[in-house]
């Protein structure tokens, strides 16, 4: 007889980590598509092996530290939902396993001290900057440091972008077609300030009135995922105050901000503001979403041919069930061929912090991907997410190429500026 997760222990969260665990049918479906799996062959590396494992910790049958060291390999990309035929809500799971249980985590020093400085650098956009500006400045010390410190600074662009903060408004050039808020980021606007000003004028371009409210904050999906409840619903409870009501959309240009804004509801299951988060969630449109929705005015074309790589970023593409609309508007730019790339499913090891906490496992992922950009004969690679052009420009660069990679809105932007 199959045992029951005790859900009187579990609180708010139990209905969906219970619904997940009990939809999975462990046909395997999930395996080809789970990028730990495909590096390391181990099926509890896997979401049909991870599932068990939390379903026996949940039950009491499984010690948490045993179960831990496989769950933390899991990059969170939820291409198994995607793949998964019984549609189990694999997110549903395992970002509530992480937020219910890191409080009861014994995790050694040197990841305590890693995980802290970055959850209270990176959400901060002048203390990543500062991080960032001193991360470059050490960057010839790199082989003496720690791996996880020296994968940092890989990470890190050739020089910092330096660009005026977003306007607090912008009006709708000509006819205004509709009135959105933009959520301006914090690790992106200090690595690559540049999408968000590029959101800002194809949006305009276009006839959108775009609100940037002052008061918002990192969207929370980093403390989220690495099971930081308080800080998580700090940052969720924060931007239901901060945008208004009053507006078609909220727009993101972030893949995992999108996803993670998607998500409040879900860390704010059983709190008072779970109604308000569940309206929020619903008014949360990646750029490329609203902007097919809208429909672009006079797509310019290209100043010469181009051949493109599009990168589907998992927190679009698995977690926002978003593939089509960034293709079908790069699609209107004359002169552009689109190429698509091999295992476009597989994550590019990206993942928020995983690329710090699991280098080697990312770094194989990164490769990868490199390699099937390269075989593409791509002379530029756009993608919908900070952390994933982050990622392939660092491995890119590793592999002696120089192919640009840029946001889908700033591919747009230079075709509208004839750059």
């Excluded at 990059?75 to 995607?82: N, R």
């Excluded at 890989?154 to 077609?177: D, H, K, N, S, V």
């Excluded at 004028?201 to 989220?224: F, H, I, K, M, Y």
């Excluded at 429909?295 to 181009?306: K, V």
């Amino acid at each position: 007889m199959q045992h029951k997760i005790p859900t009187h222990e579990l609180g708010p969260l139990a209905e969906p980590m219970a619904a997940a665990v009990e939809a999975c049918v462990h046909c395997g479906f999930c395996l080809p598509t789970c990028p730990s799996y495909v590096v390391t062959g181990e099926e509890m590396h896997s979401p049909r092996g991870r599932i068990l494992l939390m379903k026996e910790t949940l039950e009491g049958t499984l010690p948490l530290a045993e179960a831990t060291p496989y769950l933390d390999t899991c990059l969170g990309c939820l291409a198994c939902v995607t793949a998964c035929p019984s549609g189990v809500k694999y997110g549903e799971l395992i970002t509530p396993f992480r937020l219910e249980t890191e409080t009861q985590r014994a995790r050694p020093v040197g990841e305590r001290a890693l995980r802290r400085l970055v959850l209270e650098t990176l959400p901060y956009p002048e203390r990543f900057r500062a991080a960032a500006t001193a991360g470059r400045a050490a960057r010839p010390l790199q082989r003496l440091l720690p791996e996880r410190l020296a994968r940092m600074l890989e990470l890190l662009p050739e020089r910092l972008e330096a660009a005026p903060p977003l306007p607090a408004f912008a009006p709708a050039q000509g006819r205004r077609r509709a009135r959105v808020a933009l959520l301006a980021g914090c690790a992106q606007g200090v690595l690559s300030p540049e999408i968000g000003w590029a959101a800002l004028r194809v949006l305009t371009r276009n006839g959108v009135e775009v609100l940037v409210p002052e008061g918002q904050s990192c969207c929370g999906a980093l403390a989220a995922h690495t099971g930081v409840k308080a800080q998580a619903q700090r940052f969720a409870r924060n931007n239901l105050r901060a945008f208004p009501d009053d507006v078609d959309a909220i727009i993101t240009t972030a893949a995992g901000c999108g996803s993670g804004m998607h998500e409040y509801p879900l860390w704010l299951r059983g709190e008072p503001e779970e109604g308000a988060a569940r309206a929020f969630a619903e008014r949360v449109e990646d750029v490329s979403v609203f902007l097919h929705r809208l429909g672009l005015q006079s797509p310019p074309p290209l100043p010469e041919p181009l051949r493109a790589a599009y990168h589907d970023a998992c927190h679009l593409a698995h977690a926002q069930r978003v593939t089509a609309p960034p293709r079908a508007l790069l699609a209107q730019l004359g002169g552009l061929t689109l190429l698509e790339l091999p295992e476009s499913e597989l994550c590019c090891g990206s993942a928020g912090t995983y690329n710090l906490e699991h280098p080697e496992i990312a770094r194989q992922l990164g490769a990868r991907k490199a390699e099937h950009i390269l075989d593409a004969g791509a002379q530029l690679v756009v993608s919908g997410n900070i952390g994933c052009i982050t990622q392939l420009q660092s491995h890119l660069r590793a592999q002696g190429a120089a192919v640009p990679v840029l946001h889908t809105v700033q591919l747009l932007d230079l075709a509208y500026r004839g750059a």
